[in-house]
């Protein structure tokens, strides 16, 4: 996959935790109405079959918009629930061997934390790759690197494929991001955390669109 042939511009990490005390489903309804397009299900914590439970009700919510969902790192329940890719990290589940076991996958995601990855085998069989964390975030806390907008640029000029830019993107950020040579922006708690989800997802839609 590269650049040109990936649609996505604002994806929406998402975890029942993540979105304190209002529904995960009305979040990711609301997120898409406001210009959300791609929903990714990350539930570290849970049993395989409480995240299989949460990945078909989440399916059934994108199903309606035709968004696609991505599981994050666990191949067993992405295949049961026939999403539409996987995201891994560096310490995760192998691009290589998802990729080997699992033909029909559309998209698979892989984060990318030191500069070096960009050479391996796995950043080669990924279809997208996620620069992580552009800036930090209390949530994550064995940050390898903090890549910055120079971080992002610097991977853009060694790959065509499609970058997506997490960690700590906000409507007064993304744009500078974009410009830097991200082309699709993740976001978590300044959605899911937002008072109005779908207004939040609005305002950094707009900084995206302006910025390309």
Known sequence: MTKENFPFKLYLVLSEKGCAERHFLTVAEQAILGGVDIVQLREKKASTQEFVEKAFRLQDVLAKTGTPLIINDNLEVAQKVKAYGIHVG??????????????????????????????????????????????????????????????????R?????????????????????????ADCIAVASAICLAKDPMKAAIEIRNQIEKAL
């Open 90 to 155: 560096n310490n995760d589940i192998a691009p290589s061997y998802i990729s080997a076991v699992w033909k029909d996958c559309r998209s698979i995601g892989y984060s990318i934390e030191f500069l070096e990855q960009l050479n391996t085998k796995e950043a080669e069989v990924s279809d997208c790759l996620a620069v992580s964390p552009v800036f930090k975030t209390s949530t994550k806390k064995n940050t390898i690197t903090e890549w910055g907008l120079q971080g992002v640029s610097e991977i």
């Open 157 to 181: 000029n060694l790959t065509d494929k499609p970058l997506i830019a997490i960690g700590n993107m906000n409507s007064l950020n993304v744009s500078n991001v974009i410009k830097a040579g």
